[in-house]
């Protein structure tokens, strides 16, 4: 038995990823080859949820994006100053062990980064997301996001929801 996820910390080389499986290779791949140079380059910032101290059992990563005003709904953009577009947080990957899905952490990963976003001091409109599936799309609107016009599987919740 798999102890349970205890906290939420910025990732660190010297946790144990060897043994995460989320069911997607290229998420595993991420996480056990690619995150730490894109940390490095500060392409990406990533957060993990560790159980038994030290063993990776979910992960999500940030960075900064843009949104075009374009591919907002017309009931936000009629709120907003006619820019081209606004800024953005994105929520590039976010991935659970397989052993600790359904247990409320992949929704507790995403609450934890929403709140991240919203208490920056640099201003950002919205959390996005590019859903990697119709599956994962339905995560993200069963927690409120809403559907940008470019893709069915891009999605976005304003900031100020959040706060
Ligand atoms: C999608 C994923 C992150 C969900 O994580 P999880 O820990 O299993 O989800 P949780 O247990 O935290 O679920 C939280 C809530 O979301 C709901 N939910 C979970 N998966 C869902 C789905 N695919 N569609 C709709 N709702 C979903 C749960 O029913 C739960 O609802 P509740 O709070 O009302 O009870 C996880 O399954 C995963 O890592 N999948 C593989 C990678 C992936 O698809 N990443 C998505 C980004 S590309």
Same mark, same amino acid.
């Given at each position: 038995m798999r102890a349970a996820p205890s906290s939420i910390v910025a990732f660190d080389a010297a946790y144990d990823r060897s043994t995460f499986d989320c069911g997607s290779g290229p998420l595993n791949r991420y996480l056990r080859e690619q995150v730490t140079q894109d940390i490095r380059r500060r392409i990406a910032a990533c957060f993990v949820a560790l159980a038994g101290g030290r063993s990776v059992a979910g992960y999500y990563t940030l960075s900064t994006a843009s949104v075009p005003l374009a591919d907002l709904p017309s009931d936000i953009t009629c709120k907003l100053p006619r820019y081209a577009a606004v800024p953005a947080v994105r929520m590039g990957r976010l991935a659970i062990d397989q052993a600790f899905k359904g247990q409320g952490l992949g929704g507790a990963l995403l609450y934890d980064a929403l709140r991240r976003a919203a208490r920056s001091e640099i201003a950002a409109f919205a959390l996005v997301v590019d859903a990697k599936d119709d599956q994962a799309a339905a995560f993200y609107r069963h927690h409120g996001f809403m559907e940008l @016009?470019? @893709? @069915?599987?891009a999605l976005f919740l304003p900031l100020a929801t959040v706060r």
């Open positions: @016009s470019a @893709s @069915s599987l």
